[in-house]
């Protein structure tokens, strides 16, 4: 049984810095490719960084870049999430999840792509 387990969250200042882990049990974190997503307070759940199962690939939304830097630990089997420069609109429950399989390349954004997710983890920004 594969399970995604996310730690790290919590509440932090405007400008401060977290950085959220994904343990990954039953299957190895490079099988497919990785991501975060969250969903804020009344919104839906949008799409954050991913990384592809290759390791060689990243994305990151539009709105965390160059503040937010997806990685993975093979050793460790984790993917982990580095936010720096936090704010208050940074504030949502934080997933992690892992693609269905396909181009070990590929690093995708949709929430359809992604067939397995964590529980999710709390962050919250204040100003």
């Known amino acids: 049984q594969v399970q995604l387990v996310e730690s790290g969250g919590g509440l932090v200042q405007s400008g401060g810095s977290l950085r959220l882990s994904c343990a990954v049990s039953?299957?190895?974190?490079?099988?497919?490719?990785m991501g975060w997503f969250r969903q804020g307070p009344g919104k839906g759940r949008e799409f954050v960084a991913a990384i592809s199962a290759s390791g060689g690939s990243t994305d990151v939304t539009e709105s965390v870049r160059g503040r937010f830097t997806i990685s993975r630990d093979n050793a460790k089997n984790t993917v982990n999430l580095q936010m720096n420069s936090l704010k208050p609109e940074d504030t949502a429950v934080y997933y992690c999840?892992?693609?269905?399989?396909?181009?070990?390349?590929?690093?995708?954004?949709?929430?359809?792509?992604?067939?397995?997710w964590g529980q999710g983890t709390q962050v919250t920004v204040s100003s």
């Open positions: 999840a892992a693609a269905a399989a396909g181009s070990p390349y590929s690093i995708p954004q949709r929430l359809a792509r992604y067939e397995l």
């Open positions: 039953g299957r190895t974190v490079s099988a497919t490719a």
